[in-house]
Structures are given as C-alpha cells and as structure tokens.
C-alpha cells in the first residue's frame, strides 16, 4: 500500500498548562503516490480522530476531499461552499474545491472555531498546506467538550424572520437563498436577545440575535452534539482573551512592538459583542497543535473539533494553507 501508518510525528510544543495536547487523537499517514487509504480516513474521524496525512501533491487534494466527502453524502456541500468561497470578498478560490484562509493583518490570530453556523451545518474541515516558513502561524485544533456546563453561558449569532402572513415555497427558497435564514424554523424566541432589526420588505422583517446554542446532528459520529461555531466564536471577546493566554502559555505568541491589547491582534473585532465570561479550558478536552509543512493535508470532524491559528511577525516567511469544507 503506498499509504502507511506513521506512529509518532516529532511535536515541537509540549503543553506546559490548560488544555492537554494529546497526540493519540492524531492519526498520521504518509501518501507515497496518488493512492489513499480512504476506508482507514473514515474509520478514524469515526472514531474522533484528525488525520494528517504527509507528502500529499497539490493535485491530489481535491479529488481526496471529494473521496471522503462522498462517503458521508456530503458533496452538494463541498461544490456549495467551494461556489461560495469568494462571495464576501475575504477568500479566494485556489482550485476546484479549496479556498485561502481568512486575510488577516500582521500579528493577527483567528480563535478557536468551527467553521460556519447552526445554518451551514458544515460537517468536515479540511486544510492543504503549500508553505509555510514563517516565525509562527501554528495550527492549533480543540476537541470540544459538548457536556461542559459552559454552553448555557454562550451564545450564537444568528438571523431570525418574521414574515406578515403565510409565505409561499418560492418566497421562502428565495429567502433562505438570499439571507440564509429559514422561515420555517427561524422564528423569535422568548429568550434571544435583539441586537438589530431590519424591515426587509412591506412582509418580512428580520432580527439579528444572540441566542442560545442549539444542537446540531454530527453525520460522522451519529449523534446530536452542541458545536463551538465561528457563529458563537466570533461575537465573544473572551474567547479572543483565551486564545491569547492559550498562546502564550505554550510559548507561541508573537507579541507585536508596543503591544496595546487584544484589538491589535483580532482580526475581526466589529463582531465581538459580548464578554461571556465562562472559563474556555472548560470547553475542551484536548488539543492537537501542529507547524504544517508543505504537502501536509488535515482533515477533521467540524462539528467536534476546531481550528484556530497562532500569529507571527510581519515579513518572516511565507504562510499559503487552503482551506475546504463540506
């Protein structure tokens, strides 16, 4: 078989506190050729496992991603995301399937995630590796505990409607198309929290909230599971404070000259609206923390890990990752 189970990958970042790293929750292959082993892929995200697989082309990716991608009936959601990765201006498609990374500033870093929301119900996170020699840029991936108590402290961005009347199938496909929002489902609860209201038309109005987090249904694990979306992620200055303790704790934050604070490192602060002020060492269980090479390629359950990413110094190296989902 060209493809072969490594059994230790040299880690150059020991945990010294907080969230454990644990290294059995990596599988690690070596591709030799364009021949996978797609059924050991698929019997180690079953059992919560991330794979990395070494020494991959550049055009053996996509059709690798589509491979296991296929296995969990999830290929409309690979071309859907790939059709929408330039869409909002902050990606940029790089082949068939994969896409750039979020464009951060110098010292950036992007907190622990998963990729999209309750809505987009994105069920596998992959990342291919072109380059990387910077002074930083680490990827760090948290296996979320959906038992910790912390989730009714956290809340989810999201959009609800309401629509004056009864909408038709047609209003209500051009609506979710359009807003990503389900009419059907979407509606005022008695405990979200309006932070915005928009008067679509003479019909529909539509809320921005903060509401609490729902679970969503893991086709890889088959069970419903609460998940720690870019959707929760992103509107809480604390999980940004986490990442940058997390960081440092395990010697990998670059600190920029003159460093004023968190909003100098966030590479999205417009979306911060709350301090949930919960303990996030409680919403993990471990941790994998890898310097990708070229040709490495990641591939991971979205719905019980996350990605995040460290920063680094401004002119030292290179860092081309592209991401795909499905």
């Known amino acids: 078989m060209p493809t072969k189970i490594i059994e230790d990958r040299d880690v150059e970042f020991p945990p010294k ?13 070596q591709s030799k050729g364009s021949i996978f082993d797609i059924d050991l892929i698929l019997d180690s995200l079953k059992k919560d496992k ?3 697989i070494e020494e991959v082309k550049g055009e053996d990716v996509d059709q690798l991603m589509y491979d296991v991608a296929a296995k969990f009936g999830l290929t409309d959601t690979l071309k859907l995301q790939s059709a929408f990765a330039s869409s909002l201006g902050h990606r940029e498609n790089i082949s068939r399937y994969y896409m750039s990374v979020n464009k951060r500033n110098d010292y950036h870093i992007v907190p622990p995630h998963s990729e999209g929301s309750t809505f987009a119900d994105i069920q596998l996170a992959s990342f291919y590796c072109f380059e990387n020699d910077t002074d930083g840029g ?4 948290l296996n979320v505990d959906e038992s910790s108590h912390v989730w009714e402290s956290l809340r989810e961005f999201v959009l609800r409607g309401k629509f004056e009347g009864t909408p038709t199938a047609g209003q209500i496909s051009k609506i979710r198309a359009m807003l990503r929002l389900n009419l059907l489902e979407d509606t005022l609860q008695e405990d979200d929290k309006i932070i915005n209201e928009c008067k679509v038309d003479s019909k529909l109005t ?5 509401a609490k987090p729902k679970k969503s249904y893991s086709r890889i694990l088959e069970q419903q599971r609460y998940v720690f979306w870019d959707s929760l992620s992103a509107v809480d200055h604390d999980s940004l404070k986490f ?3 997390l960081l440092r704790h395990n010697g990998l934050f ?4 003159n460093y004023s604070g968190l909003d100098q490192i966030d590479w999205d602060p417009a979306r911060r609206l709350i301090h949930s002020g919960i303990n996030y060492e409680q919403l993990f269980k471990h941790k994998i923390t890898l310097k990708l ?16 990413v ?8 290179i860092r081309k990752v592209a991401a795909a989902f499905a």
């Open 50 to 52: 991330v794979v990395l």
């Open 206 to 210: 539509v809320f921005e909230v903060l």
């Open 17 to 29: 506190k907080g969230v454990p790293e644990s290294l059995s929750s990596l599988v690690t292959l």
């Open 254 to 257: 670059n600190e920029p000259p």
């Open 243 to 245: 990442m940058e303790e």
């Open 138 to 141: 680490e990827t760090i991936l």
């Open 293 to 308: 090479k070229p040709g490495d390629f990641i591939i991971q359950n979205n719905l019980s890990w996350t990605h995040s």
């Open 310 to 317: 460290a920063n680094w110094s401004p002119g030292r190296g």
